[in-house]
C-alpha cells in the first residue's frame, strides 16, 4: 500500500512539474510599442509563434520546465520562463540602448543578426554623432551608403548605395514607399534629422512586400511614434554660413487607446556664400517649413495610425544677386530655383484574431500631393505628381511557427504633369503627361527551422497600364554555421519607371544640348551578393567584422551621356552592357570600454556603355575608405566623434571637343574629408560643436566658365567634390518627458 501511495504521489508531483499549459501574451519595445512579427519559440523544441499586429502570442502545450527564446529584428534576444497564470508582458530592448548608463558604442550602428539579409540598423544613438539635419545628412557617420554634392549649383546632396546612385535604393517611411518618383532625388530633404527614431539599411533587392522598386537595397526610416516620443524635444542648430534650424516635437496624449503627437521643422539659410570667388553660391539660398502630425489607435483587436504631413519649400541659387523673388525667364544673372509644396496622408490598419494568434492583416496606405516650379538658367520646368498607394498584407502560418507566409495585393497610382522650356533640348516634348496604374500580388514564405537558419523566397506579379507585367522573384538566405559567424545571400530582380528631368541636376545646369533619342522604358536589373558577418575575441574584446560582394546587372538602364560630346547630353536607354561590382569590408572594436574605432574599404567596379565603349561611369570613386572614432565617458557626460572619408580619383567626361582653357583632365585627385563633433550631455539634453570638412578641401573652378553663364561652355555639372569649404556648427537638444 505504502508503494501504491508512493507511486500516485511521485506521479501527481511529476504532472504538476511536467504538466502541458496554454501561455499567452504580448510582445513590446522598451516605449512599450507591440513588436510586429515577433518570434517566440520553445528552446530545444520544434516549435513556435509569432506575435500578430498587436504583439500578441499564443503558444498550447507548454511544459513548465520550457524556456521561451524570444527574438525580433534590432532587438536583443531574450530567454524568459514561462508564465500560465497570468497574460505575459515581453519587453525587448532595442540593440544599442544603453544599460546601467553604460553606453554599448558598437550597438549606435550594428548588423541585424536574425535579418535574412544584411540589414544595418542606425539608431538615435548613432544619428546624434553628427548634426544630421536631414535624410541626406543621416548617413555620414555609415560606411555602406556615400553622400555627396550632385553639383555646383543646386546644393543638392546625394546618397550611393554600392557605388550606384540612391534612386536605385527603395526609400520607405515605416515601410510606405516616400521617396520616389519626382522627388527622387531633392526628396531626402523632406525629412528633418530629429523626427527620425531609427534606419534600417539593407543591402540587396529588398523583401516583395513592399514593391518591385527596390534595386540595389532598401532604407526605411522609423519616425517617432506619438505613443512613445518624448513629451517635448526641442532642437536649435546654426552654422557659420549662417544656416538656422528649428525643431520641436511634441507628444499629446489623448486616452488609453489613443495617442498622438507633432513634428516640425523650420530652417533657413539666407546668406549668399562664394568661397571660390567665381560669381556663384556654392549654396542655394533656402527657407523650409515642415510639419507632421499623427495619431495612433490601438483597441484590443483593430489598430490603427493614420498621419498628415504638410511640406514647403524654396531655393534660390546660381550667381550672386539672384534670389527668391527673381524671375528665371527675364533675369540677366544665371538663376536656379525650385519651390516645392507637398501634402500628404498616410496610415495604417490592422487586425487581429484572438483565438488565432499567428493570424493577422495589416493595410498600408498612402496619398500626395507634389507640386515642384523651377529651373535653371533659361531652362525652367513645372511638375505635378499625384500619387495613391495602397498595400494589404496577410500573415499567418502553415502548420508551424517554422513555415510563416506574407501574402497581399497592392495598388500604384501616379499621375505625372511634366513642362520644360528650354531651346537646347530635343527629342522632347514641352509638355509631358503620364498616368500609371499598377495593381499587384505577391507571396513571400519564409522557413526557419530554428535561430541558425532562415530561408526567405517570395515573388510578387504587378501589372502596369503602360509597360506591360513586371514578374519580381527575390531570394534570400541566412546561415549561422558557427557562433557568432553567419553567411547571407540573396538575388533578386528589381523594376522602376525612370524620372529623366528630375532625377538628375546635369540637365538643368550646364548649356549642353539635350538629346532625348528614344521613348524611355523602365529601368529593369538583377541583383545578387553575399556576406559574412561576425566577430572574434581580441584581447577580451569583440572585433566584429563584416565583408560583402554585390553584382547588379541591368537589362536596361537609362543613361546620361557625356561622353559623346562637350557640348551634348544625351539621355537614351541602355543599348549594351551596365553592371556595378562592389566590395566592402568592415569592422569595429572597442579599444577601450568608452572609446570605439570602426573603418570600412569600398571598391566599386561601376561599367556603363557610354559613347559606345563600356567604361568607368564618371565622377564615381572606385576605391573609398571611411574611419569613425567615438569616445564618451560615463553616463555618456561627454561624446567625441571624428570620421574620415577618403575618396579615390574618379573618371571625368571627356571634354576633348571642347576649347583648350575649358578641357578637363581625365581623372580627379584623391581627397579625403574629415568631421567631428564634441557633446556634452545633461539630464534635460545636451549642447553639441562640431565641424564638416574641417580640412577645408573644395573642388578648384567646380564651374566651367563661370564668367559666361549663358555661353556655350558653361557647365557646373562636373562635380567630383565638395564645392562649400569648412562649416562650423553648434546646436542644443532639450527634452522633457
Request: proline share 4%; with cysteine; glycine share 8%.
Amino acid at each position: 500500500m505504502k508503494a501504491i501511495i508512493l507511486f500516485i504521489g511521485c506521479m501527481i508531483v511529476s504532472s504538476l512539474v511536467l504538466a502541458q499549459n496554454k501561455v499567452h501574451g504580448k510582445v513590446q519595445s522598451a516605449s512599450q510599442e507591440p513588436l510586429i512579427g515577433a518570434s517566440i519559440k520553445v528552446l530545444d523544441r520544434s516549435y513556435g509563434a509569432v506575435s500578430d499586429v498587436n504583439g500578441h502570442f499564443q503558444l498550447e502545450n507548454i511544459l513548465s520546465t520550457d524556456r521561451l527564446i524570444v527574438s525580433y529584428l534590432g532587438y536583443e534576444a531574450d530567454t524568459i520562463t514561462p508564465v500560465f497564470d497570468r497574460h505575459m508582458t515581453i519587453t525587448l530592448q532595442e540593440s544599442g540602448e544603453a544599460l546601467e548608463g553604460v553606453t554599448v558604442r558598437s550597438r549606435s550602428e550594428s548588423i541585424v543578426d536574425e535579418a535574412p539579409f544584411l540589414n544595418i540598423l542606425i539608431t538615435e544613438s548613432e544619428l546624434q554623432k553628427a548634426a544630421c539635419c536631414n535624410l541626406s545628412e543621416s548617413f555620414e557617420t555609415n560606411a555602406s551608403v556615400d553622400v555627396s554634392y550632385a553639383d555646383a549649383v543646386t546644393g543638392t546632396k546625394m546618397i550611393q548605395m554600392m557605388g550606384l546612385d540612391g534612386r536605385y535604393v527603395m526609400i520607405s517611411r515605416e515601410g510606405i514607399p516616400n521617396i520616389r518618383g519626382l522627388n527622387s532625388r531633392l526628396g531626402l530633404t523632406f525629412v528633418p534629422g530629429t523626427w527620425i527614431q531609427s534606419i534600417d539599411v539593407g543591402k540587396g533587392a529588398g523583401t516583395v512586400i513592399n514593391g518591385y522598386e527596390s534595386m540595389t537595397g532598401q532604407i526605411n526610416v522609423d519616425l517617432f511614434k506619438p505613443e512613445s516620443m518624448d513629451k517635448w524635444y526641442l532642437n536649435a542648430y546654426l552654422n557659420s554660413f549662417g544656416r538656422m534650424e528649428v525643431n520641436a516635437n511634441h507628444q499629446l496624449p489623448i486616452n488609453d487607446k489613443w495617442s498622438s503627437g507633432v513634428l516640425f521643422h523650420a530652417s533657413q539659410l539666407a546668406s549668399e556664400i562664394d568661397g571660390n570667388d567665381d560669381g556663384f553660391m556654392d549654396l542655394p539660398k533656402a527657407r523650409q517649413l515642415n510639419f507632421l502630425n499623427r495619431y495612433k489607435y490601438e483597441g484590443d483587436r483593430l489598430m490603427a495610425q493614420i498621419g498628415v504631413n504638410l511640406f514647403m519649400s524654396d531655393n534660390a541659387g546660381g550667381q550672386k544677386g539672384f534670389g527668391f523673388n527673381s524671375d528665371l525667364a527675364t533675369s540677366s544673372m544665371y538663376g536656379y530655383q525650385m519651390d516645392t509644396r507637398k501634402a500628404e496622408v498616410f496610415g495604417k490598419l490592422g487586425m487581429i484574431y484572438p483565438d488565432k494568434p499567428t493570424q493577422s492583416w495589416g493595410f498600408q496606405y498612402s496619398l500626395s500631393y507634389q507640386d515642384f516650379n523651377g529651373g535653371a538658367g533659361r531652362r525652367i520646368y513645372n511638375g505635378i505628381e499625384k500619387t495613391a498607394y495602397g498595400n494589404f498584407i496577410y500573415q499567418n502560418i502553415i502548420g508551424s511557427s517554422f513555415h510563416q507566409y506574407k501574402t497581399g495585393a497592392s495598388f500604384l497610382y501616379d499621375d505625372f504633369e511634366e513642362s520644360f522650356d528650354s531651346n537646347t533640348a530635343t527629342g522632347l516634348d514641352t509638355a509631358m503627361y503620364r498616368t500609371e496604374k499598377v495593381p499587384g500580388l505577391f507571396f513571400e514564405y519564409n522557413y526557419i527551422p530554428n535561430d541558425k537558419i532562415t530561408l526567405v523566397a517570395g515573388a510578387r506579379t504587378d501589372f502596369h497600364n503602360l509597360f506591360g507585367t513586371y514578374f519580381t522573384p527575390r531570394v534570400h538566405a541566412r546561415w549561422e554555421f558557427v557562433p557568432k559567424w553567419t553567411l547571407r545571400g540573396s538575388v533578386g530582380k528589381g523594376y522602376r519607371t525612370p524620372n529623366a528631368l528630375m532625377e538628375n541636376s546635369s540637365v538643368w545646369i550646364s548649356a549642353r544640348e539635350l538629346v532625348f533619342n528614344a521613348e524611355l522604358k523602365p529601368e529593369e536589373s538583377w541583383n545578387s551578393g553575399i556576406s559574412l558577418a561576425g566577430s572574434f575575441t581580441v584581447d577580451d574584446r569583440p572585433l566584429n567584422v563584416v565583408a560583402d560582394y554585390f553584382y547588379t546587372d541591368f537589362v536596361n538602364q537609362l543613361v546620361y551621356d557625356r561622353d559623346v560630346s562637350s557640348e551634348l547630353l544625351v539621355i537614351n536607354n541602355l543599348h549594351k552592357g551596365s553592371f556595378a561590382k562592389s566590395f566592402q569590408i568592415e569592422a569595429s572594436y572597442p579599444l577601450t570600454e568608452r572609446f570605439e574605432a570602426k573603418a570600412a574599404y569600398k571598391h566599386y567596379e561601376m561599367m556603363m556603355t557610354t559613347n559606345g565603349m563600356l567604361q568607368q561611369m564618371p565622377l564615381q570613386s572606385r576605391d573609398r575608405f571611411f574611419m569613425n572614432l567615438a569616445y564618451a565617458t560615463n553616463y555618456d557626460k561627454w561624446k567625441a566623434d571624428l570620421t574620415v572619408n577618403w575618396n579615390g580619383p574618379m573618371r571625368i567626361p571627356n571634354t576633348d571637343e571642347s576649347p583648350l582653357e575649358f578641357q578637363q583632365p581625365e581623372k580627379s585627385p584623391d581627397f579625403f574629408m574629415v568631421n567631428a563633433q564634441v557633446s556634452r550631455g545633461f539630464r534635460w539634453g545636451s549642447i553639441y560643436l562640431g565641424g564638416e570638412n574641417i580640412l577645408n578641401f573644395k573642388q578648384s573652378n567646380p564651374i566651367i566658365d563661370p564668367e559666361n553663364p549663358f555661353g556655350e561652355n558653361f557647365d557646373a555639372s562636373m562635380t567630383w567634390g565638395p564645392i562649400a569649404g569648412r562649416v562650423i556648427y553648434t546646436g542644443i537638444r532639450y527634452k522633457i518627458n
